[in-house]
């Protein structure tokens, strides 16, 4: 495996289930990410691991729990869901290294909440 | 709230033309700029990256970044039909040097 990869790449749930997305990278980074994608709007950051440690958490619901076990894995944990969730979640990582660090996409999960 | 503005398109042009992306971003601080193609239904894969004033080439594509009018663009010389795409423009937050803000992008069109 190469890169980021992120399973699974189509799920959908009701909004009682809990279910987690996983995240891996293979490129030797130390920070991970959690965006969102809806339709016709930009990608949001959902949160950020540098160095397995959370950074940034912006305004996320609770409902949302990331887990970030080591630099290679990341999760986010979903519970209790409402339709408007329904977006593509996507995962990334980069070397934090200055100011000139790019960001690799996973091919994303996306999500529908029924 | 730090932004990135770009036209959302279609920008239609015909192969083999010269299609130019632009974006302008509002955080003054911001060092560091890239550009991403995204295909309908797959992940951002990164084009370029751009982080001093002036021109940057690789191959077909020409960024283009001013900090003064905190302006980026994207040429796409001899435009092919596989270039159709959204093309998002990211800028890295100031004081938080691994987080990007993202444009919601420019839908290219390159008809034959």
């Known amino acids: 495996e190469t890169g980021v990869t992120q399973t699974p790449r189509h799920l959908v749930m009701g909004m009682t289930n809990k279910k987690s997305l996983k995240c891996e990278q293979h490129?030797?980074?130390?920070?991970m990410y959690w965006y969102k994608q809806s339709a016709k709007k930009p990608l949001e950051l959902m949160f950020v691991?540098?160095?397995?440690?959370?950074?940034e958490n912006n305004s996320v619901p609770s409902r949302f729990s990331p887990e970030c076990p080591n630099s290679s894995h990341l999760f986010l944990h979903l519970h209790t869901l409402q339709p408007e969730d329904s977006a593509l979640y996507l995962c990334?990582?980069?070397?934090?290294?200055?100011?000139?660090?790019?960001?690799?996409f996973g091919p994303g999960t996306r999500l529908l909440v029924l | 709230q730090k932004e990135v503005e770009q036209n959302s398109g279609p920008l239609s042009v015909p192969e083999g033309a010269i299609a130019s992306l632009n974006c302008t971003y509002s955080d003054r601080g911001s060092q560091s700029f890239f550009w991403y193609r995204q295909y309908s239904g797959k992940s951002p894969e990164l084009i370029m990256s751009?982080?001093?004033?002036g021109d940057k080439e690789d191959g077909r594509f020409t960024a283009q970044l001013n900090k003064a009018s905190q302006y980026v663009s994207l040429l796409i010389r001899d435009s092919q039909p596989s270039d159709s795409a959204t093309y998002l423009c990211?800028?890295?937050?100031?004081?938080?040097?691994?987080?990007?803000?993202f444009g919601a992008g420019t839908r290219l069109a390159v008809h034959p």
């Open positions: 490129l030797g980074h130390n920070a």
């Open positions: 751009i982080y001093s004033n």
């Open positions: 990211a800028a890295g937050l100031s004081g938080g040097y691994n987080k990007l803000i």
């Open positions: 691991y540098n160095f397995k440690e959370q950074t």
């Open positions: 990334a990582s980069s070397q934090v290294h200055s100011l000139q660090e790019t960001q690799y």
